[in-house]
């Protein structure tokens, strides 16, 4: 597709005409309304006519539409209407998965067709309502038949269509979302906006947003994506039950686009093999460098190499780990997209080479944002190309931009999209060893465009750096927005987002949201010094960012590059926070790549493991790190205990090695020197030594039982996977053994072995009954 033939409207989607672009979607279905009379037409698929059986399903003719069918050989459920296939889309990673052969169209009962595969089977009635039930036929979800406003003019139509969930459902995903991660009743956009703007409501923008939801109820997990990149909104309605009386409402979600195919995807199982099929469908995760699992700070402004340097010294001089500085558009001319400013960054590549030695990496800020004045390479190389987007009438869009009038590539263009990866070799030239994407889904890039925008960015970046690192190092790209598929690129920053402890509540939402969409890799912003914050704010954000994938700071003044300025209690609280984040490196490595191989995220609900638990699917105050680490947070302030249900098994909390037993809710001690963090028993889990070796953490299983955990160790930039090496955990008399597991039988391990909870392996402190 070519972005230059969509149209664009400054006002349609983001920034701050987000209230006025929804305002103006709701508009477009009034006049689009209804009936058939006047210049619009509507439609409904009509009764069947006829079926033409395939490999993996087949097509269903209808009297006004026909629908296509196909089970995938991965287990997911291909589904489009008017001859809608599943390619080209923005999401898939190369082509469709092959049919599965076993899977066949055959006749249903009342005039239906079905189609019967190993996971799922899918029924579709004579009117065109599809339902999705497990193998023993109890119904996941009902999606009624399409309808369309077709305009007479022959533009996009625009379409809806309502879908039934059970009656104990709840509804999660849909990207990053300051009001999850549960999603709530009420109508959530689907449209990428500014970051911060997510938690004004569901009605607003999310930075990253998908048409991704993954439903989880008694009957089973599933995931529905909608392979359609235009505006629209779903609106949810959680199901009840009738409390035995046989009268359960269903759950209910209604899907409304102003535009584009009618398709998507269905995939049921385990939310793990969920995750699984869709990062087959979507790829696998991007492996960030090890280093990006450290301490990442962001420096804006104006300064120069020497004040770079300051912000490296000062944190060697607090004791606080740094592996990363991320430089805003400061640096940069002016005038220039992605050239340096020489004035005040005359040695740039010096300056790189130097902090690499001290271990601290240089990551750049890129917008696509390019000033349209002459003397900039970019914007004259980019007029001769043709390669900025253009409207609808065939004007290059120009929008305002803090440094004057901006144009932009139009990245859904293969060719501009390749010119463009070109200029990030540049960065790598710098000593930049990675990107952060900022204002990536421009407000003037409307239409199909605008959601992918970013997703087409990363990929450019993505490509571009890989073919210009120095050394074959990983490079890192971070986006601000996104689509489904962004994980093959990188991750994402979600920024400050809202202020206060409503914000930092939000953070956790994003980083869960993202991570059940396909996004492993993400995490916010904890603002040092922040004028709507306050030192007890800043610890627990920061605590919090310790435990999850990304952890960045930002200066919000010139005295948030020294957080001792707060207090030396606060910078106490800091260091703390900041050596429990080192120390846990080699356990963030081994969930990056068991992400890659798996698409399980790092950070997942507490429900994951058990999803048919219902007090669990409703815990959105806690979560797991992995399978070994539970984490729970604070989010509100003058907190000094709080409580944390535990789901089933045992639980040592690792402060104080302390047992519980669950499923409980126990009341968890958090001063403000830390967070409640507990670990599951008979759990592995890597850590960092004092020499920077790795070291076996092993908890002690509970009496009689095992346990055991993989731990996947960098493999540098080579490209080669690494070997992943398996560890059981079992008792022998009093003593706990760990061993290393491997197809020649078992070992004792290599690395250094360190087991807690052997105080405690009897029987537990606390035995709190489960309220539910």
């Known amino acids: 597709m070519n972005g230059r033939d969509l149209v664009r409207s400054w006002w349609s989607v983001g920034g701050a005409g987000a209230a006025r672009g929804l305002r103006t979607v709701r508009a477009a279905w009034r006049r689009r309304g209804a009936d058939a009379t006047g210049p619009v037409r509507a439609r409904v698929p009509g009764t069947v006519r006829e079926a033409e059986p ?3 399903g087949g097509v269903i003719r209808f009297g006004r539409s026909e629908l296509r069918i196909l089970v995938a050989v991965n287990g997911a459920v291909f589904w489009g209407w008017d001859g809608a296939g599943p390619e080209p889309s923005y999401a898939l990673a190369g082509a469709c998965p092959e049919p599965d052969p076993r899977a066949a169209l055959e006749p249903d009962t009342d005039g239906g067709w079905r189609v019967v595969a190993e996971r799922v089977t899918v029924a579709v009635s004579r009117h065109g309502a599809l339902e999705v039930l497990t193998p023993g036929g109890v119904m996941l979800r009902r999606d009624l038949p399409p309808r369309w406003w077709e305009p007479g003019d022959g533009g996009p139509a625009c379409w809806m269509q309502r879908a039934e969930v059970p009656a104990d459902a709840r509804f999660f995903g849909l990207g990053g ?9 009420g109508t959530h956009r689907l449209g990428n906006g500014v970051a911060g703007r997510a938690a004004e409501g569901a009605g607003s923008p999310a930075p990253v947003s998908m048409p991704v939801q993954l439903v989880v109820a008694d009957a089973g997990t599933h995931l529905l994506f ?6 629209g909104t779903v609106t949810l309605r959680e199901g009840a039950e009738g409390a035995g009386s046989g009268h359960d409402r269903v759950g209910t979600s209604e899907l409304r686009m102003a535009g584009g195919p009618v398709r998507g995807w269905v995939v049921a199982g385990t939310p793990a093999r969920v995750l699984l099929t869709w990062a087959s469908l979507t790829g696998a995760p991007a492996l960030p460098p090890a280093w990006a699992f450290g301490h990442h700070h962001v420096r804006e402004g104006a300064g120069g190499e020497d004040d770079v340097r300051r912000v490296v010294a000062v944190h060697r001089e607090g004791g ?8 805003g558009c400061g640096h940069l001319d002016g005038r220039r997209a992605f050239t340096v400013d020489q004035d005040r960054f005359p040695k740039l590549p010096v300056l790189a080479d130097e902090l690499r030695r001290e271990g601290v990496r240089l990551v750049s800020v890129v917008t696509p944002a390019v000033r349209a004045a002459p003397g900039g390479a970019v914007y004259e190389e980019g007029t001769r190309r043709d390669a900025f987007v253009r409207d609808g009438s065939g004007e290059v869009v120009r929008a305002a931009d803090r440094r004057g009038e901006a144009v932009f590539p139009d990245l859904t263009d293969a060719r501009v999209r390749t010119w463009w990866g070109g200029w990030y070799a540049e960065r790598a030239e710098q000593g930049f060893t990675g990107v952060w994407h900022t204002l990536d889904s421009p407000a003037p890039v409307g239409g199909e465009a605008h959601n992918v925008y970013a997703l087409c960015l990363a990929r450019a970046a993505s490509e571009g750096l890989r073919d210009g690192a120095v050394g074959g190092e990983r490079p890192l790209v971070l986006s601000q927005s996104g689509w489904a598929g962004l994980q093959r690129y990188g991750g994402v920053w979600s920024g400050e ?15 869960l949201g993202l991570g059940l969409c396909g996004v492993p890799f993400s995490g916010p912003d904890v603002v040092v010094g922040g004028k709507d914050g306050s030192s007890e ?13 990304l952890l960045r700071t930002v200066a919000a003044t010139a005295a948030g590059d020294r957080p001792w300025e707060c207090g030396a209690r606060v910078l106490e609280h800091a260091r703390a926070a900041l050596d429990e984040r080192r120390r846990l490196l080699p356990y963030f490595v081994t969930l990056a790549h068991l992400a890659r191989r798996t698409g399980a995220p790092c950070v997942r609900p507490l429900w994951w493991a058990a999803p048919e638990e219902r007090a669990l699917r409703d815990c959105e105050d806690v979560f797991l790190l992995g399978d070994a680490l539970l984490v729970a947070p604070v989010l509100e302030p003058g907190v000094e205990r709080r409580e944390v249900r535990l789901p089933r098994g045992r639980w040592y909390d690792t402060a104080t090695e302390r047992v519980y037993e669950g499923p409980a809710k126990v009341l968890a001690d958090a001063p403000l020197e830390r967070i409640p963090v507990f670990a599951r028993a008979g759990a592995v889990v890597p850590v960092r030594g004092e020499d920077g070796g790795t070291v076996l953490e092993v908890w002690a299983p509970a009496p009689g039982r095992s346990g055991g955990g993989p731990v996947v160790p960098d493999g540098g930039d080579e490209g080669a996977e690494p070997e992943v090496e398996r560890y059981s955990v079992t008792w022998s008399g009093p003593r706990v053994v760990v061993r290393r597991e491997g197809e020649d039988g078992a070992r004792e391990p290599s690395r250094p072995v360190r087991v807690r909870g052997l105080g405690r392996s009897g029987g537990p402190d606390v035995a709190a009954p489960d309220q539910r």
């Open 54 to 56: 395939g490999l993996g």
């Open 177 to 185: 979302r300051a009001e999850g991660p549960r999603l709530r009743d």
């Open 226 to 231: 909608v392979d359609n990149p235009w505006d």
């Open 320 to 327: 606080l780990p740094l592996e990363a500085v991320h430089l």
């Open 497 to 511: 987002g809202a202020a206060g402890w409503p914000g930092l509540r939000a953070s956790l939402a994003l980083v």
């Open 537 to 549: 704010l800043y610890v627990r954000g920061l605590q919090l960012g310790a435990y999850l994938p």
